[in-house]
């Protein structure tokens, strides 16, 4: 993983993220790292998807540290894991967005682009390896 922070999202945990433990559900993790991927690849403009290609999430990987607790403010970070021919593999850290020392979650995912008509993978758009690069 590199040290370059590629994006920082901040976020809030909504009170229908909660479970009847009184914490953040384990599933609103995934969508709150689905919404920093997305703020990421927007950030970057056209290029990174269009008619013919897109993105799919083919693997990812959650580790829960401490419970995240209603109301909270957090922050996804994302940095660059590894860059390969078709896929892109993101590490994140989920944060107290007032106290990044308090850290409730990290992992990685891993992105791979397809062709949308074959659902082959093709080559990762230059776009993406030069931002995930940089």
Request: hydrophobic share 45%.
């Amino acid at each position: 993983m590199t040290d370059k922070l590629l994006s920082s999202l901040p976020l809030s945990a909504r009170w229908g993220d909660m479970d009847s433990f009184n914490h953040v559900n384990n599933a609103a993790f995934a969508t709150y790292l689905e919404e920093a991927r997305m703020h990421w690849f927007t950030s970057l403009g056209p290029g990174w998807i269009d008619e013919r290609i897109t993105p799919i999430l083919a693997a990812q990987t959650i580790n829960y540290r401490i419970p995240i607790e209603w109301p909270a403010a957090i922050a996804v970070e994302l940095r660059t894991e590894r860059i390969g021919r078709t896929s892109l593999t993101l590490a994140f850290r989920i944060v107290s967005a007032s106290s990044p020392v308090r850290h409730y979650a990290d992992g990685s995912h891993v992105l791979v682009w397809v062709d949308r008509a074959s659902g082959r993978s093709v080559p990762l758009p230059e776009l993406v390896r030069n931002a995930a690069s940089a």
